[in-house]
């Protein structure tokens, strides 16, 4: 696996170096009243840099209309599955780094990172995951504390690959349509906490199927901040969905991601008929564009596979 970073500039190559320590220093915090054997042993094996940062086709425009700007990717490597959980053990690392990158902003560029096992990784490797392919073709190692290789990938067969994106596009499409009618039906009942939380079932339902059909993977959180950069890295097309120009419309979007909690448990969540009816147009939109995405990408993998569209 690669480990230069030659291709970016030298400010972004400080500011990764600066995302490592802070790993490493929240998670060694993390465990450092650690009592279980286990838990003393843990360790960090790898960093990996994916996505646009480490092909080279990040894009940085925070001052145009539209303000993207694309984000660190980093898959963490840990020996021991149970360091796996984001709540137990990486809540810490996501604090710091959104509180350094929001706040004080001595990071300039927003972070997402995975947790996953050596194990997990080459399985996925081993099942021709195009997630976990690309990681192993583009990726590029931060920190290593041994030489272990990723696996070679097995790539799925053209007839296998079709029939997996049609399989996950069929499940998790109509779930999704299915949590929008529920969010629906409390509207019309006037019920706006239920409302919110079901247009955001539906939200993670319609990003996990983008991301399953593209790649075969999907993270397991219910953070549709977290899940929306990982679909929007793979199409423009969807980080167009939510305006970003003011604050109205992202503080709207922060209500919605908060719904999968604050919606159901706490009594002090307020969202009211206005801010929810603008959410579920967007995510109207949202899954317009996700099953016009979709359905170019199942097409064209029945090009490969040899099947009449």
């Not at 480990?3 to 490592?20: C, G, M, W």
Request: hydrophobic share 40%; charged share 30%; with cysteine.
């Amino acid at each position: 696996m690669r480990n230069d970073l030659d291709h970016l500039p030298a400010d972004k190559q400080r500011e990764l170096a600066r995302v490592v320590q802070i790993i490493f220093e929240e998670f060694e915090d993390g465990l450092a009243l650690a009592t279980q054997a286990w838990r003393k042993k843990g360790r960090i094996q790898k960093i990996i840099l994916y996505g646009s940062y480490a092909r080279g086709s990040w894009v940085d425009e925070p001052h145009t209309a539209k303000g993207y700007k694309s984000d660190y990717d980093l898959l963490i490597i840990v020996n021991d599955q149970r360091l796996t959980d984001r709540v137990k053990y990486w809540l810490g690392v996501d604090e710091r780094l959104m509180r350094e990158y929001g706040i004080t902003a001595t990071l300039k560029t927003p972070v997402n990172f995975i947790v996953h096992t050596l194990q997990e990784v080459n399985d996925g490797l081993a099942h021709g995951r195009y997630f976990f392919m690309d990681v192993a073709k583009d990726g590029i190692a931060l920190y290593e504390s041994d030489d272990k290789e990723l696996h070679t990938p097995k790539p799925k067969t053209p007839d296998k690959a079709l029939a997996m994106a049609q399989e996950y596009f069929d499940e998790w499409m109509p779930s999704g349509a299915s949590f929008l009618k529920g969010y629906n039906f409390y509207m019309q009942e006037g019920d706006w906490k239920k409302a919110a939380f079901l247009l955001h079932q539906g939200t993670e339902a319609l990003y996990h199927c983008v991301l399953l059909v593209m790649t075969f993977y999907t993270p397991h959180v219910h953070n549709l901040a977290f899940l929306r950069t990982q679909a929007e890295r793979l199409d423009r097309r969807l980080a167009y969905v939510w305006p970003n120009e003011r604050h109205i419309d992202r503080a709207r979007f922060e209500k919605l991601k908060e719904a999968y909690v604050k919606a159901r448990y706490s009594k002090h969540y307020k969202i009211s008929e206005t801010e929810l009816s603008w959410l579920g147009k967007q995510v109207e939109e949202l899954g317009r564009v996700v099953h016009e995405v979709c359905a170019e990408r199942i097409a064209e993998l029945k090009r490969t596979a040899g099947v009449p569209a």
